[in-house]
């Protein structure tokens, strides 16, 4: 093979941060090279150098042997480097195909020629396995589909090298398993992919090569079929972690259920929901995307208020049929989009962590008093040990894992008895994730029933204490996480007998 791209002693520093003090790669032609590490080691900012949106301090880069400087992302394209960003950039307003080929749309006499843009579209969704219609707006589709459409968009130049960072966070198991078999038929043609994932199995299913960054410089290279997971994660986190998952050494803190929905329906988004979790417990909710498990979340906590059915807090029934009357009765609920939904990014963690209670940071005067916001700050930043190095930090330049604590820390306030949780570790480092465990058995140690929503099924199996199956919109089963295989919930899921 040869070498189509060199990154050599990467430097770039921000006014009063280093973000990378010394990194190099080196590409070859039809490689697969995945760049792992925790949140904020410095991934994101080295592809960012590499696709022009930031340039280097110090250091070279070369493209096929010959030295560049790129200046912006126009000249990456150019020369052949396209980019998958972490953060989606869909304009809603546009079609699936318009999006695709935004600023680059096929012309027939100086006029966009739409027929062709939409043939052009379809013949590539088709070569993804993406079951998307080009005619579609993007205003209508679901996180996983924008990001789908993220990488048709990416591949419909051509390019030679394709940097795709945390493409799969929001696809499920099936449309993984056909971008991974599109990045194999891509190194078929000779195209080299730069790969950053926290997902272990797919960096050692598709890599050939891995170099791992922490806290800003690079630590080690490696061939994968010469190392393993625990050696992986040791130059990830700079310590060896011997459980992915802490231990949860109780059930539940009472007999009695703390929350029990029963026959809860919706038509079109949840139907005959009965679940029931006691102080302390977590429940597991796992399955397929569109299987309705996030609906079911967004039933409970008044989004889709329900048609019919009941829900009772402690043995007596409550209405909730808004967001407002959740958080009135103690309900939080932790959304799987922690970026659009969950954050103001924009604001600081001290005013993101007053936003949901605030009566709370009121004064005599019914004014908000930075005072009370500074208080709750510091005690939410230093309870769940969010890492800053100040509370007036923009949220937006936080790691994933610490943005999710932010999340996580905003309802406290509101001192909830019932907390759900979608995708709570959705694009969060190894690390990071362990953290974010110890904090919901915390949580439930404190007396919290625990909701967990999760597409990853060994983090549903090993954090829960009961696992319901969710199929077409309802709850079909519920098992023994202690007991069953992930086989055995995928069977259940494909409707095959468990044997």
């Known amino acids: 093979m040869s070498t189509i791209l060199e990154m050599k002693h990467i430097r770039k520093e921000f006014p009063g941060v280093v973000a990378l003090s010394d990194v190099s790669l080196k590409l070859e032609k039809g490689e697969v090279l995945s760049l792992v590490g925790e949140n904020g080691a410095g991934k994101s900012t080295l592809m960012k150098i590499l696709s022009g949106t930031y340039q280097p301090t110090k250091g070279e880069i070369f493209v096929k042997g010959q030295p560049v400087k790129i200046t912006d992302p126009q000249h990456a394209a150019q020369l052949g480097i396209s980019i998958i960003h972490q953060e989606l950039s869909i304009v809603p307003n546009l079609t699936i195909a318009e999006n695709i080929y935004v600023l680059n749309e096929p012309t027939r006499l100086g006029l966009v020629n739409d027929k062709q843009m939409v043939k052009d579209a379809q013949v590539l969704l088709d070569r993804l396995n993406f079951n998307l219609n080009p005619n579609s707006f993007a205003k209508d589709l679901s996180v996983s589909e924008q990001q789908m459409v993220e990488i048709a968009k990416a591949l419909s130049a051509n390019p030679k090298i394709v940097?795709?960072?945390?493409?799969?966070?929001?696809?499920?198991?099936?449309?993984?398993?056909?971008?991974?078999?599109?990045?194999?038929?891509?190194?078929?043609?000779?195209?080299?992919?730069?790969?950053?994932?926290?997902?272990?199995?797919?960096?050692?299913?598709?890599?050939?090569?891995?170099?791992?960054?922490?806290?800003?410089?690079?630590?080690?290279?490696?061939?994968?079929?010469?190392?393993?997971?625990?050696?992986?994660?040791?130059?990830?986190?700079?310590?060896?972690?011997?459980?992915?998952?802490?231990?949860?050494?109780?059930?539940?803190?009472?007999?009695?259920?703390?929350?029990?929905?029963?026959?809860?329906?919706?038509?079109?988004?949840?139907?005959?929901?009965?679940?029931?979790?006691?102080?302390?417990?977590?429940?597991?909710?796992?399955?397929?995307?569109?299987?309705?498990?996030?609906?079911?979340?967004?039933?409970?906590?008044?989004?889709?208020?329900?048609?019919?059915?009941?829900?009772?807090?402690?043995?007596?029934?409550?209405?909730?049929?808004?967001?407002?009357?959740?958080?009135?009765?103690?309900?939080?609920?932790?959304?799987?989009?922690?970026?659009?939904?969950?954050?103001?990014?924009?604001?600081?963690?001290?005013?993101?962590?007053?936003?949901?209670?605030?009566?709370?940071?009121?004064n005599r005067y019914n004014m908000i008093s930075h005072a009370k916001e500074v208080v709750i700050a510091n005690d939410n930043v230093a309870k769940i040990r969010i890492k800053t190095p100040h509370i007036e930090q923009n949220t937006r330049n936080l790691s994933g894992g610490n943005q999710q604590k932010v999340v996580l820390g905003k309802w406290f306030e509101i001192e909830p008895k019932i907390l759900i949780l979608d995708e709570p570790t959705r694009g969060i480092d190894v690390g990071s994730k362990y953290e974010i465990y110890e904090l919901i058995i915390d949580l439930a140690r404190e007396g919290l029933s625990i909701i967990l929503i999760s597409s990853d099924l060994p983090e549903v199996l090993n954090m829960s204490d009961r696992l319901a199956v969710v199929r077409d919109m309802t709850i079909i089963e519920e098992m023994n996480p202690k007991v069953v295989s992930q086989e055995d919930v995928m069977k259940v899921i494909t409707k095959e007998e468990l044997k």
């Not at 795709?164 to 971008?179: F, G, H, Q, V």
């Not at 050939?208 to 410089?217: E, L, M, N, P, S």
């Not at 026959?263 to 929901?273: A, F, P, V």
């Not at 409550?318 to 954050?343: M, W, Y």
């Open 163 to 362: 940097i795709m960072d945390e493409p799969t966070s929001a696809l499920s198991n099936k449309e993984t398993k056909n971008l991974l078999n599109t990045i194999n038929r891509l190194r078929e043609q000779g195209i080299s992919v730069i790969y950053i994932s926290h997902k272990l199995n797919e960096i050692f299913e598709i890599s050939q090569k891995i170099v791992v960054i922490r806290d800003g410089a690079e630590v080690g290279e490696l061939i994968t079929k010469d190392t393993d997971e625990n050696e992986l994660v040791k130059l990830m986190v700079g310590r060896e972690m011997k459980n992915v998952y802490p231990i949860k050494d109780f059930a539940s803190l009472s007999n009695e259920n703390q929350l029990e929905v029963s026959h809860y329906s919706k038509t079109g988004y949840y139907h005959d929901i009965n679940l029931s979790v006691k102080p302390g417990e977590i429940l597991g909710i796992y399955g397929l995307m569109g299987s309705g498990r996030t609906e079911i979340a967004q039933g409970i906590f008044g989004i889709l208020k329900k048609d019919s059915g009941t829900l009772k807090i402690n043995g007596g029934v409550v209405n909730v049929n808004s967001p407002s009357d959740a958080i009135k009765h103690k309900i939080a609920f932790v959304t799987e989009d922690r970026k659009q939904e969950g954050l103001v990014l924009d604001a600081s963690i001290r005013e993101n962590l007053s936003v949901v209670n605030i009566k709370k940071i009121l």
